[in-house]
């Protein structure tokens, strides 16, 4: 054990440790941008192999890439056995990523590929060709369906399974289980147990590593944690683990092992996952506390994968212990990007609760987030589930919440573009002759909002008939309940619950349309339908054009005030999309579809999709992120006001409509102000809200935001006590918010 | 009765205990150098002119009638143009600040964020401009929210005759009130107003058992020194029910809203009170054994 205290500098304290580890992670993101360019999205602590290291995959299909079974297994295996391994001697913990198999199984993309893939109704890549769903593309593009086809991961496997059983006892029951099934299962078992071995191959060609560093090392401290390095690798390759040392180092192979096969970044209850091991190690005085926070530190380093903290357990009991705060602690040592939610419900630690919202601000990196037990829990319970299962639905993912071993979700990766669907409605009322009236548009709106539902749950059930064929879940499968048993991949029959999520982007878009044509057209006959139409497809061209959009964009907006025409159409709207999504559930009873409302990275492409639309938004702008207001909904940007919206048009079924909320830190500038925006969370659950994510904008930001204001249309600024648009602001008034951050750092 | 009101601020962080909705009374009767919401001042509605939203589409063009209009409805801007005030400057960038309001309609608007009261605190609080001088508004507001169970609190410069504090005063659950300075003669200077009355209001609610916070907005110039901190801290230190003493540090953020109402500023070059001179001021007051905080 180290002290804490001890003089800092060279001495080998745990905070010079994470430092000498947090200099190699920097070394290792520097030579990353400038080995592979910049990066346009997170990659979760991956390390990049030596220049000139090079593997290729076997190809195993005609069209030059790998699928099914055999085609990932192989390729996982030879990837785990050429790649690199990675042992720190200031490290906890070995193990690192330096490869997604899911991304270099074509490494014929290009960027624009690339980027394609990222755009509705369009696959690349990934998809079997022998699996073809030609007959649902022109769905997909008409209403501009995310339709996850091929999609991976995005569901959570249950770690605690793991951790019992460790990889001995893994490979036990899939022999178990092998002797048990016939034929029909040789391939399925064959390939999970090659997948075993790839991973415990990699741990030993980093035990080899360890004993290779051991034979330079002369320092004695360096030493001594490589020789506790190599007793816990050399233990957990084959045993489960008993220390918590052992416990993190097992964890972060299996973490490590999912995110090099297919990126899956889905944690778990991170405090209820080591307590045991903290206690017993505590009471066995084999560990401090400073040890503790160290290790877990180094687990939380390795890879940002999505954790939860406290919540009720399935007797309601709130789970804080002492490891739930040293996690954050863990954290706070760490200082880098993580993802931890904290799970607020009533009998939520307040101790825990309050030193969340303070690091937050402190931290301003994004975490912890907050999610709602009650509507969480509710909603689950609305699609026939118990209380203790609902509980057990944690946030292991970026708006997700999963049963970790048991459910197959394809959480976050399937959406319709709401104000796509719109554009066909309006479209299709002026095309077909019918009176021109906001029943009429809502008809027509119903009408095509059905049938993309359909589709896409056409399309979700296309993609568990053949996804094994083309990604089987190899790695997350081993430590779910049911595929190792029925010898079946998590995408085909082999989960418990098939709870597959749906989830509607724009919806502020179409609420504010609605709203703005009840009331410039149908209530006060500004406009006529004919111009409207004019307008919108001329995307309202010239002075009078503008005229016109400003006259639509000001009628009453979503967000606005509770209850007015464009919150009742969200209402409306809302449930219309649960209605249409769990109608699904009795042409697919094998499923249950749950309704969700999240755009996330999407927002940008969905909003290019989609023609000049009613409320006054121009040609190919950007749709709302997920349930939020579109920017300027209110002069004062009230967050009370955004809260009360997003409570409202929740849809109620135990996914999530998150809050996304950006912020000045300095909002949060006292310890009043911090338990001002505890109460803020706690109140925005009360009122039905699922999750809250908040970022906090830095100066860097703001600055950025001055110079393009458009760049950022949600940034909320404090002024004086009150909060508003940064973009609303005019650009003298934008200068001396800058200002205000330059006298700050002391350059003006 | 209506009040005249120029803005509903929900979820403000500032202005008393709390999540609170901040309701601003329009009109004043000082005349404070510094004063972030010129808007509030005037007491009847006026036109605001933001440059930056004008989409030159010509409606507020000066026409014939424009020399019937009245004075309340014609803005000359910054270039000498006249621009007559129709109500139809879809831009918003012509706006006349200045809405009647019933005590329903603030009660309406305010009820939507109960939850974050309760939670938190918080409630409702009246400022301006110098809501006092809207006493029956304000009153009758203040009874509607207090029937609501919603927690009360008004800003004030304490100018008030004493008979409309008696009447405000039952339905308050705090008083919000500034000391400026103590010198009469310099608070005169700066605000057009002496602080005799202010003073002795500020006694007389002291032995009244509610709740009040002090503040002092510090001005360079006028009050950024130990000495006038120090007497301001001197004179309330011994006042039972003193919640805190605040210390708001100038800022030039109504620089923008004094050009869009065609108004002259003067203190559009002060400097910024610095966090270390803040806190300087602040231990200044912490001296007199009285809790002080800043912002
Ligand atoms: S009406 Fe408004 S937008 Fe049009 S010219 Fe006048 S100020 Fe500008």
Redesign the interface.
Known sequence: MQSQNSTEASAFTYRFRMRKLMEKKMAVTQEKIDREGGMDEGDYGRHVAPEGFRWDFIPNHADGSFYGYMGWAVNFESLLASQPVYVNPYDALAGQTFFYLSKMKSPQLTEEDIRARRTPGVVGHIWNPDFDYSHLKPFHRKYHIVHGIGNDAHYASDLQMGLELGWGGILDKLHRFQKQHGRDKALFYECEIRTVHAIQHWIRRTIDEIDRRLEAEADPDLRANLEAMREVNAWIVEQPPRTLREACQWLAWFVLAKRTYNRCGAGGQLDELLRPYYERDLKEGRIDDDEAVFTIACLLLIDAQYYQLAGPGSDGQDMTSRISHLILDAAELMDGPCNLTIRVHDGLDQALFRRGVELLFKYRKGWPRFSGDQALVDGFMRCGYSKELARKRIAVGCNWMSLPGLEYTLNDVVKINLAKVFEVALDDLYQSGDTHSIDSLWAHFIEHLQIAAEKTADGNDFHLRHQAHNEPELVTNLLCHGPVEKGLDMTAGGAQYYNLAIDGAGIAVVADSFAAIQQRVVEQGALTWKDLRWYLENDFPG?EG???R??LH?SERYGQ??GNRAEQWAVKVSRAFSKAVRDQNQRYPDYNFIPGLFSWANTLEFGDAVGATPNGRRAHEPVNHGANPLPGFR??G????MV?AIAAVQPGYGNTAPVQLELDPN?AD?P??V??IQ??I??MF??GCTLLNINLIDEERILEAHKDPSKFPDLVVR?????SYFSML????RQ??V??IL??RGT? | MNGLVT?I???????G???RT?VFCKGCNMRCAWC?NPETINRRPQLQF???RC???G?CKEDCDTASASAEDVFTDSTGKRRHYRGNC???ALVKVGRRLSAEDVLR?AE??R??Y?????GVTLSGGEASLQHGFVRETLTLLRERGIHTAIETNLTAPRDQLKYLLPELDLVIFDIKCIDAALHREWTGVGNERILDNAHWLAGQGKPFIVRTPIIPGFNDDEASIGAVADFIKDFANLSYYELLAF???G??KY?CLGMNYRLKDAP?I??EKLQCLADVAGQRGIEV?T?
Request: net charge negative; proline share 3%.
């Open positions: 002075s503008e005229q016109v400003l006259l000001n005030d509770s002069d004062d009230a967050v009370t006001a009360n909002i006292s009043e102000a338990a001002k109460a803020l706690q109140t009360d009122l002024v004086t006590g009150f909060t005019s650009p003298r008034f001396l918010i200002d205000r006298s700050r003006l | 803005d601020q929900r979820f403000s962080l500032h202005d205990p709390g999540i901040t972030h933001f440059e930056s989409i030159q589409c409606n879809q831009a918003r608007e939507q964020d939850a974050f309760d939670r938190s605190g918080g800022n030039p953020l620089a923008d050009r910024l610095s966090r905080r912002a």
